[in-house]
């Protein structure tokens, strides 16, 4: 059971046997993730004004109906209800981070900067940034080459004579076989080891590679998408811009630590605050058509690609915030600092890969 686990149940039961049954269904949940899953946690983890089910989406009304079913399996008597929801979602949440990029990479963008907040005794925000923090850090350690070796194999092999006839060339026929099967099963155990090394080599080459090609685009200063010298774009569109640049070059989730170091060589400010709607204004409806192809921005979990969308559906202006804020809950005024919004977009573009 997750530490924070009892204190966060405290706002539902104190009883040790009810908890313990409820934390055999969330390890019962945890162990068939899906998309939809995580979408429809977040939704109630965070009290959206999107309903957990969706509207007409069956994804995520199946995800909601096996979230419940799961706790009535675990104990036939528990009484459903908005608040335990609340609560019994962010204890799957909970299960998840620590080894889930993807769960904690939905409740920092459903946070938004902290546009949204959830009541709960747990600070899960906190909790989901330090998870990406340590991933980030742990999936690019690079491996000890020079302590990478195979050894020979090694096997026995006493033939064994017995029956056979030495002018019947038909009775050496298990003999034979005996010492195939030996050898093969050497030869085996010889490639698992070879394909291991050769593991390790790729995936210390793919982190060396991703950590060249973002420095080659922090020290080229050039915008891959839009073609421009970093210093010739407006301050305006920066943050997304290069957001999704730096997006594009990451292979491995959830991302490098230093993706905020690097906003900041790049030219995106820490300090100030940027109108989320102005940044959404400022990009161009070229720029915003290919962000969003082949993408269903969730206006709980993608909350400025779904500004994005509402920005492509009525035109750059003012007409659109009306409806981003009816639907996600987040006023049309709210501001963040440059890099922190820049980081949010990355974060929306991973997830939405």
């Not at 994804?59 to 008597?77: E, T, V």
């Not at 904690?104 to 709960?120: D, E, F, N, Q, Y």
């Not at 409806?285 to 290919?290: C, G, H, R, Y």
Request: proline share 6%; charged share 20%; with cysteine.
């Amino acid at each position: 059971m997750h530490a924070d686990f009892p204190k966060l149940y405290s706002e539902i039961s104190t009883d040790g046997a009810q908890r313990a049954l409820r934390w055999t269904a969330i390890e019962a949940i945890t162990k068939n993730w899906t998309l939809a899953q995580m979408e429809m946690l977040a939704r109630l983890v965070f009290g959206t004004k999107s309903p957990p089910g969706g509207h007409q989406e069956d994804d995520l009304a199946a995800a909601l109906a096996a979230f419940h079913q799961a706790f009535s399996d675990a104990d036939p008597s528990i009484e459903q209800g908005a608040r335990q929801d609340q609560v019994l979602a962010a204890g799957v949440v909970l299960r998840y981070l620590g080894w889930h990029s993807l769960v904690a990479l939905a409740v920092t963008t459903t946070a938004c900067g902290g546009a949204r907040k959830p009541s709960l005794p747990v600070d899960l925000v906190t909790l989901a940034e330090n998870t990406l923090s340590q991933l980030g850090a742990s999936r690019r350690m690079r491996p000890d080459l020079s302590k990478l070796s195979i050894p020979a194999p090694e096997f026995a092999f006493e033939p064994d004579f017995a029956g056979v006839a030495h002018n019947v060339p038909s009775t050496f026929k298990s003999v034979f076989d005996q010492f195939t099967e030996t050898v093969g099963e050497a030869l085996i155990d010889l490639v698992g080891k070879f394909n291991e090394s050769t593991k390790l080599l790729a995936e210390a080459g793919k982190k060396a590679d991703e950590e060249l090609d973002l420095l080659s685009w922090v020290l080229g200063q050039r915008s891959l998408f839009s073609n421009q010298a970093f210093a010739d774009l407006p301050v305006s569109e920066k943050p997304l811009v290069f957001a999704r640049d730096l997006a594009s070059l990451t292979k491995i989730y959830p991302g490098p630590n230093s993706i905020p170091a690097l906003l900041s060589r790049a030219g995106v400010k820490a300090t100030g605050k940027i109108k989320i709607a102005d940044a959404v204004n400022a990009v161009s409806d070229d720029w915003t058509s290919s962000v969003l192809k082949d993408r269903k921005p969730s206006p709980v979990t993608s909350p400025v690609h779904f500004a994005l969308l509402r920005r492509q559906e009525t035109g750059a202006g003012e007409g659109w915030y009306a409806g981003w804020t009816a639907i996600t809950g987040i006023d049309g005024g709210a501001t963040m600092s440059p890099i922190a919004l820049a980081e949010q977009f990355y974060r929306e573009i991973l997830l939405l890969r």
